[in-house]
Nanobody
Framework: QVQLVESGGGLVQPGGSLRLSCAAS????????MKWYRQAPGKQRELVAA???????RYVDSVKGRFTISRDNVNKNVYLQMNTMKPEDTAVYYC?????????WGQGTQVTVSS
């Protein structure tokens, strides 16, 4: 059974930083694109960042220059470094992985940016 487990969420002040981690476990032969999504209260889930197996990345415009996605292909982990955070970054953040066994989601981790 494939599982994605996020960690690293919490409360941070505006201008602060957080680093999210997502660990994939289970019988996964291969992991392709890994992504971070977020969903704020009353809003649709949006794609924040994505990274390919080869390391190509893309970001939603609102986080460009502030967030960095990275991955560890050996351990099947993906990370999201979030800097210069803003109140509008407050949301539940979800890890997503496109694997040889299908697409999987993590359970989500709450990120709150507030003074």
């Amino acid at each position: 059974q494939v599982q994605l487990v996020e960690s690293g969420g919490g409360l941070v002040q505006p201008g602060g930083s957080l680093r999210l981690s997502c660990a994939a476990s289970g019988s996964i032969f291969k992991v392709y694109v890994m992504k971070w999504y977020r969903q704020a209260p009353g809003k649709q889930r949006e794609l924040v960042a994505a990274i390919s197996t080869g390391g190509s990345t893309r970001y939603v415009d609102s986080v460009k220059g502030r967030f960095t996605i990275s991955r560890d292909n050996v351990n099947k982990n993906v990370y999201l470094q979030m800097n210069t955070m803003k109140p509008e970054d407050t949301a539940v953040y979800y890890c997503n992985a496109d694997t040889s066994q299908g697409v999987y989601w993590g359970q989500g981790t709450q990120v709150t940016v507030s003074s």
